[in-house]
């Protein structure tokens, strides 16, 4: 089964993330890197609100992360995703607390998974071991690559990015 995940939902659930937090998508798409990797599922998450001409989606690994054009939102690119997929939407979760993006997931039989419970999950991998970073060891597993913290401060327009 592979994910598609309301990533402004999903923040706020998790403990050490904030949405106030600047780099709270780098955050999020490290965790959810890490657990693609350890559980071997594909991840699709989405953010709603990006800068104006930096819209686009990029790959990280097996986490897909879109960045929604500000006047659209993140359920709305989620519901298009889920009619894109047609009956293999049965294949797919979708995690969100929002009642309605919950409903559409139910509507094409995918499986829904709360913000909460994903968060839950998120810090659980196979074996029962937390995965939130917890040394050099999982620090180095989780890093970004120049060119990636590059495209980071990019997007944001933090000076700095080469």
Do not use: C
């Amino acid at each position: 089964m592979s994910y598609l995940i309301d990533g402004h939902n999903l923040i706020p659930k998790i403990p050490g993330l904030s949405l106030q937090a600047i780099d709270d998508e780098v955050q999020l798409i490290k965790r959810l890197k890490v657990f693609s990797r350890q559980h071997r599922k594909r991840v699709d998450v989405y953010f709603d609100n990006a800068p104006a001409g930096q819209s686009h989606t990029r790959k990280f690994g097996s986490v897909t992360a879109h960045f929604v054009r500000q006047g659209r939102t993140a359920d709305e690119a989620i519901y298009t995703r889920l009619r894109d997929l047609g009956r293999s939407a049965r294949n797919w979760a979708v995690v969100s607390s929002d009642r309605e993006v919950q409903a559409a997931a139910r509507d094409a039989h995918a499986q829904v998974i709360s913000s909460e419970v994903f968060a839950q999950e998120l810090e659980q991998p196979a074996g029962g071991k937390r995965i939130a970073p917890s040394g050099p060891e999982s620090d180095a597993n989780l890093a970004l690559s120049q060119e990636e913290v590059n495209d980071w401060l990019r997007l944001f327009g933090a000076d700095g990015a080469e």
